[in-house]
């Protein structure tokens, strides 16, 4: 029988292709995973993210048995994979891990509706800097790896609009980025430049 196993995600790393079939619930334990929608064209954005505070494979629960986004390691770091059986044993089981996902359920949901008005009613700046406050609750430290083109792709920004950005905020002391690197080093002022969209997911998540 096959059972749970915890090993490092990689940034880059393909989880799942869109409608590929779930074999394994993923939760991560440190580090983002992007839930992507690609189009014909091959542009694509982020539709939600996902860290230690859920887990991929939430369709699951709802009747379906594919993958409805492309999964993308975002910011390296190691989580857990339960195969699908085993999770439905423990649903089945433990009347808490039922409760445990329906929080998380409503978190996931209110999560992507801000991110849909994020988009659409804030600037660039704010966007960016409220994705890294996101990044930087779901890794230890404040430190992580993460790609200009990373954050452009999942944020459907233009490579030198994110490049803009950064060079910004690196100037006036918030950050510093360096080869694919990007280190906080003023959160409060990180968050000053971010939108309420932020906080308002931040209060769910505690």
């Known amino acids: 029988m096959e059972r749970s196993s915890t090993r490092e995600i990689h940034a880059g790393e393909m989880i799942y292709e869109d409608g590929a079939p779930f074999t394994h619930a993923v939760f991560p334990h440190e580090g983002v995973l992007s839930l992507m929608a690609v189009m014909q064209d091959g542009r694509g954005v982020e539709k939600t993210s996902i860290g230690l505070e859920g887990f991929l494979g939430f369709v699951l629960l709802m009747g379906g048995g594919n993958a409805i986004s492309r999964s993308i390691v975002r910011v390296s770091g190691y989580a857990s994979l339960m195969p699908i059986p085993d999770l439905d044993a423990a649903l089945e089981r433990f009347p808490c891990v039922g409760e445990t996902i329906l929080r998380y359920a409503k978190l996931l949901i209110t999560q992507t509706m801000e991110a849909v008005a994020c988009n659409s009613l804030h600037v660039a700046e704010q966007r960016i800097a409220r994705w890294l406050l996101h990044a930087l609750d779901r890794v230890t430290g404040d430190a992580f790896q993460i790609t200009q083109q990373a954050l452009s792709e999942v944020l459907g920004l233009r490579r030198a609009t994110v490049n803009e950005v950064c060079s910004r905020l690196q100037d006036d002391g918030i950050l510093v980025y360096w080869r694919g690197s990007l280190a906080v ?22």
């Open 185 to 206: 080093l003023n959160r409060d002022a990180l968050e000053s430049r971010s939108c309420e969209c932020y906080r308002r997911v931040r209060r769910l998540s505690l």
